[in-house]
T-cell receptor
Framework: DSGVTQTPKHLITATGQRVTLRCSPR?????VYWYQQSLDQGLQFLIQ???????AKGNILERFSAQQFPDLHSELNLSSLELGDSALYFC???????????????FGPGTRLTVL | GENVEQHPSTLSVQEGDSAVIKCTYS??????FPWYKQELGKRPQLIID?????GEKKDQRIAVTLNKTAKHFSLHITETQPEDSAVYFC??????????FGKGTRLHILP
């Protein structure tokens, strides 16, 4: 168990709909990252937040948005869903290990999104 | 922007033999290089990492080497076992900012 939690575990929805994925980082971690992993594909970096502010942006579509709240949990919002958005969405966090800053990212269990 | 190339995409080795996966990166400012193992349907898990001030790091059967001049790094797994079968991802980043992953190597350990 990495200490990063994600909900829900599975999500099935229809095209055109909007969903929200939730991530709680490891205790003390300030950075949260979101990744998309399509079937048999690599990890596509979407976006990073650090202590509530956007730090870096990857290949995130305009239909997608994210935010990090004061309690450091993060949400990824996916709207106007298309069939091609079906994927595993991972959240990862980094920041603190044994009281020291670390670059290592620890991944949550992922949310499997299926768009029908 | 940063790009990470990973080879091979698929690798089959006999149980007990060694496996080597190679990655190259484009941004010379990259200073952190983690390797992740992902079993089917599960989360990527860090197995070893190396920073730019070190040329080699070993942890039991796993080792990583880094050549900063050539901008490439490799994962070596010795005495492979069935449980080593998984997808392995290399990555490169500048500190904790925006880690870029390679496309992955699917490792099959043959009995």
């Amino acid at each position: 168990d990495s200490g990063v939690t994600q909900t829900p575990k599975h999500l099935i929805t229809a095209t055109g709909q909007r969903v929200t994925l939730r991530c709680s980082p490891r205790s003390g971690d300030l950075s949260v990252y979101w990744y998309q992993q399509s079937l048999d594909q690599g990890l596509q970096f979407l976006i990073q937040y650090y202590n509530g502010e956007e730090r870096a942006k990857g290949n995130i579509l305009e239909r997608f948005s994210a935010q990090q709240f004061p309690d450091l949990h993060s949400e990824l919002n996916l709207s106007s869903l298309e069939l091609g958005d079906s994927a595993l969405y991972f959240c990862a966090s980094s920041g603190i290990a044994g009281g020291r800053s670390t670059d290592t990212q620890y991944f949550g269990p992922g949310t499997r999104l299926t768009v029908l | 922007g940063e790009n990470v190339e990973q080879h091979p995409s698929t690798l089959s080795v006999q149980e007990g033999d060694s496996a080597v996966i190679k990655c190259t990166y484009s941004d010379s400012a990259s200073n952190y290089f983690p390797w992740y193992k992902q079993e089917l349907g599960k989360r990527p898990q860090l197995i070893i990492d190396i920073r730019s001030n070190v040329g080699e790091k070993k942890d039991q059967r796993i080792a990583v080497t880094l050549n900063k001049t050539a901008k490439h790094f490799s994962l070596h797994i010795t005495e492979t076992q069935p449980e080593d079968s998984a997808v392995y991802f290399c990555a490169a980043s500048i500190g904790s900012n925006k880690i870029i992953f390679g496309k992955g190597t699917r490792l099959h350990i043959l009995p």
